[in-house]
Nanobody, 119 residues
Framework: QVQLVESGGGLVQPGGSLRLSCAAS????????AHWYRQGPGWQRELVAT???????NYADSVKGRFAISRDDAKNTVYLQMNSLKPEDTAVYYC?????????????WGQGTQVSVSS
């Protein structure tokens, strides 16, 4: 059984920084593409950032230049560094990844971690 567990959320003042982690555990051969999504109160879930297996990245326009997604395949972990945080970044952040397990590529979601930006 594969699990994704996010951590690193919390309350931060505007302009502050947080680093989210998404650790995959279980019977994992490798992680393919990985993504961070977020869902704020009353919003639909939106894609924030993507990192491919080769390390290419893509970002939502709203976070370009402020957020950075990265990965450490040795640790089966994906990160989201969030800088210059704004109140509108307040949301539950979810990790999503395509993972090779038992010779098949399957998609997994984490349980989410709350990020609150407020003075």
């Amino acid at each position: 059984q594969v699990q994704l567990v996010e951590s690193g959320g919390g309350l931060v003042q505007p302009g502050g920084s947080l680093r989210l982690s998404c650790a995959a555990s279980g019977s994992i051969s490798s992680i393919n593409n990985a993504h961070w999504y977020r869902q704020g109160p009353g919003w639909q879930r939106e894609l924030v950032a993507t990192i491919t297996k080769s390390g290419s990245t893509n970002y939502a326009d709203s976070v370009k230049g402020r957020f950075a997604i990265s990965r450490d395949d040795a640790k089966n972990t994906v990160y989201l560094q969030m800088n210059s945080l704004k109140p509108e970044d307040t949301a539950v952040y979810y990790c999503n990844a395509d993972i090779y397990t038992d010779w098949k590529l399957r998609n997994y979601w984490g349980q989410g971690t709350q990020v609150s930006v407020s003075s």
